[in-house]
């Protein structure tokens, strides 16, 4: 079956640490890759997408890789702060299926002063 | 720019009875989904519309269904309520229809008793 999983547990780091975040999936074939940010009763936000040919994308302190052999995505917060303390979800769309994003369950990350 | 606006944020309704959600896009964005989010499934995606027409359908029952309007903008029904249907129902819009990049909303609540 296709699945999409992320750490079910919750991340607690301390200030100035990087969190990593991991994504894996199974039997898909993704055009590409992204990740969004949730705060409790809010929607995700946009973050960052990654494409099947890509490597890995930077944006301030954060850092996405994809490695379609391992079929997985990690997602890196550098520096982190209390203000990054959230559920972090990835979401990919199939080759050939746009218009369709597949979640993760999202994984809550809790940065300690 | 004004982001995506759905109404009502919050919506007590019965087994049985029928709802109606409503979801404007950012403006000049053609693109509606709708997503189903519950803390067990996560984030489902429901349907895609884009210029008034469905474009993609996720695995949900037909009392399911949406419709979007010449201006954008989007509705969302269910009818028959289920205890099941309590969820956040977010709605998300993108320029080309693409997904490459998502605006949410900040859903609607929707509880069945």
């Known amino acids: 079956s296709q699945k999409i999983e992320q750490n079910s547990e919750a991340l607690n780091i301390q200030e100035g640490k990087t969190a990593t975040l991991t994504c894996n999936y199974t039997n898909y074939s993704p055009a590409y890759l992204q990740w969004y940010r949730q705060d409790p009763g809010r929607g995700p936000v946009f973050l960052l997408l990654?494409?099947?040919?890509?490597k890995e994308k930077r944006k301030e302190r954060l850092k996405v890789t994809f490695d379609t052999t391992l079929k997985q995505s990690l997602f890196h917060i550098t520096a982190s702060q209390p203000a990054d303390s959230a559920t972090y979800l990835c979401a990919l769309v199939r080759s050939g299926n746009t218009g369709k994003l597949i979640f993760g369950q999202g994984t809550t990350l809790q940065v300690k002063p | 720019k004004a982001g995506v606006t759905q109404t009502p944020r919050y919506l007590i309704k019965t087994r049985g009875q029928q709802v109606t959600l409503s979801c404007s896009p950012i403006?000049?964005?053609?693109?509606v989904s709708w997503y189903q989010q519950t803390p067990g499934q996560g984030l489902q995606f429901l349907f895609e519309y884009f210029s008034e027409t469905q474009r993609n359908k996720g695995n949900f029952p037909g009392r399911f269904s949406g419709r979007q309007f010449s201006n954008s903008r989007s509705e969302m029904n269910v009818s028959t309520l289920e205890l099941g249907d309590s969820a956040l129902y977010l709605c998300a819009s993108s320029a080309d229809g693409w997904t490459e990049k998502l605006f949410f909303g900040s859903g609607t609540q929707l509880s069945v008793l």
């Open positions: 990654i494409r099947e040919n890509e």
């Open positions: 403006s000049g964005h053609r693109s």
